[in-house]
């Protein structure tokens, strides 16, 4: 028998209650009668944000289609919801049954980005759920967490009983087989932790120790297990299989990206230095035409999503691109499904592609060039020139785009002022490519941070006054007419560089930010 929160009194309290009541489109309702091993897989940042998250869906697939297991979803409450549930004391639930989150046996995190870091506070606070694992009592849920943040889990270690390096679909299979295993032969949880810490991927923060020399500088990891010196991240040899993925969950209220997500592939041949993914998700594993078919057709008929969208690292590098697009093009023109791709690389839009994608309406294009000189661009290993951007440039404005958006980043390692006056001439030597017409360039600024994992991650990173220095010289010297410039929080870029490469201290930090009301 399983508790079901009621949400009557609140729901109309609170904006877009949608994100709440669950019942999307091909969701799973489990039945607990049938059920030993219970998950709550939890992505801490808004329902808009979380639906639009492959990862989450491909574990919540898998681990529904094992016999006897459940997967349900939660999503990190917008602030007028959690006013409502602390104000009517009830406790954090899954949209799929409303079951509260203490309840289950795993509570799964989703680490996508640093910055959500307070809001794994809020689910564990609203699920009445002690904050750190040496605080959890054995009926507490196990929590565990994984995504790209894992890469350098420290700041967040003390939050969790273990934590997934790397891919996961095949490590939370035998996540569940430990945790089956120490159920029947009824282990505690310590016990339990050592089963699982056999487990390739999987790290256990509480059996390692951090050593700080005399004047706070972290000098050393030390294994508290024996035998348990280090952790490999987990890499699955091939993409999750199709069958599982042609049903996706469709979302009640309108995602940030509201289309339906293939994965071509994954990992990156290019090496760019300051780029963490294309670090981690290495090396690359691709998708045959075959099976990339069977799930835009499926998806599409099984969902009713209008555009889709071809997901990697870079899409552009996909070996057999053109054909692939002339099978999608063939098979969507006619019903006008649209075919993003996102992650495009400047000399990868060919005739060929410029073709196929002409026959269907254009959801964007967009460029990344990183740096306003070519200089720049070599010393990130980029490998553009500014003769491919704007090549690239004109090919679009021929094949019918208006609009093109460029990403750049301040701050990379020996930037100069010249770099930075090249951004804007480099935007507006783009926009004279189109050659009349109504055209908009849009620039988008980020600050360079430096990850672990990357060739750049012992560079500095610039200071909060100096992001805003550089971003006001953009603002000034940008023209106004048919170009927009975005920039990322400088304040928001400096927190992400100190939990990028933090250690275990920075839990005190979020835990005093999140009592201070930092949320989202």
């Not at 919801?81 to 799964?108: C, K, N, T, W, Y």
């Not at 706070?216 to 199709?242: C, H, M, N, S």
């Not at 049903?247 to 990206?257: A, I, N």
């Not at 400088?490 to 201070?516: H, N, T, V």
């Amino acid at each position: 028998m399983t508790t079901k929160v009621n949400l009557d009194s609140i729901l109309p309290l609170v904006q877009k209650p949608g994100r709440y009541i669950g019942g999307e489109l091909n969701s799973v309702h489990p039945d607990y009668s049938r059920i030993d091993l219970s998950f709550a897989l939890v992505f801490p940042d808004l329902y808009e944000i979380g639906m639009s998250h492959q990862g989450l869906q491909i574990l919540y697939h898998i681990i529904n289609r094992q016999p006897g297991l459940a997967a349900e979803r939660c999503y990190a409450p917008d602030v007028d919801m959690e006013e409502q549930l602390r104000r009517h004391d009830l406790p954090l639930f899954s949209l799929e049954s409303r079951r509260p989150l203490a309840e289950f046996d795993v509570i799964g995190f989703t680490l996508p980005y640093e910055l959500c870091y307070t809001n794994i506070l809020t689910v564990l606070d609203l699920a009445k759920i002690p904050f750190r694992a040496e605080d959890r009592a054995e009926d507490f849920p196990l929590v565990i967490g994984g995504g790209a943040c894992s890469m350098n889990p420290e700041p967040v270690a003390d939050f969790f009983d273990l934590i997934v390096l790397g891919d996961g679909e095949e490590a939370v299979l035998e996540l569940i087989w430990a945790l089956r295993a120490s159920r029947e032969q009824g282990f505690s949880r310590a016990e339990t932790l050592q089963r699982c810490a056999d487990i390739q991927g999987v790290y256990v923060p509480s059996f390692f120790k951090p050593c700080y020399s005399d004047d706070g500088r972290l000098t050393a990891i030390e294994p508290l297990k024996e035998g348990y010196t280090e952790v490999t991240r987990r890499i699955v040899p091939e993409l999750p299989p199709v069958e599982l993925l042609t049903r996706p969950l469709v979302p009640l209220v309108k995602p940030v990206h509201d289309r339906l997500g293939v994965e071509i592939a994954r990992g990156c041949t290019r090496s760019c230095r300051f780029c963490q993914a294309g670090m981690i998700y290495r090396p690359v594993r691709e998708r045959s035409v075959e099976q990339i078919m069977q799930l835009a057709e499926e998806g599409v008929k099984n969902s009713g999503f209008d555009e889709l969208a071809l997901l990697s690292l870079s899409t552009g590098d996909y070996s057999n691109l053109p054909g692939l697009l002339v099978k999608l093009m063939d098979h969507f023109a006619e019903e006008r499904v649209s075919v993003a791709l996102p992650s495009m690389r400047v000399g990868t839009l060919t005739p060929e592609v410029i073709e196929q994608i002409k026959r269907v309406r254009k959801s964007g294009f967009t460029v990344a060039p990183e740096a306003g000189t070519d200089r720049l661009r070599e010393v990130i290993n980029k490998g553009i020139t500014e003769e491919d951007l704007l090549t690239g440039c004109r090919d679009a404005f021929a094949a019918g785009w208006n609009v093109i958006k460029f990403y750049f980043m301040i701050g990379l390692p020996t930037e100069t002022q010249e770099d930075l006056e090249a951004i804007i001439d480099l935007a507006v030597r783009a926009k004279k490519e189109a050659k009349g017409g109504r055209t908009q360039i849009n620039v988008s600024v980020s600050t360079f941070v430096p990850k672990p994992h990357t060739p750049f991650q012992w560079h500095g990173q610039l200071s909060i006054a100096e992001t805003k220095e550089r971003i006001d010289f953009l603002k000034r010297n940008l023209p106004r007419k048919g170009f927009r410039l975005k920039w990322h929080e400088p304040y928001q870029s400096f927190l992400e560089g100190l939990f990028s490469r933090g250690d275990r201290r920075l839990a005190l930090l979020i835990e005093a930010a999140w009592r201070a009301g930092a949320r989202h």
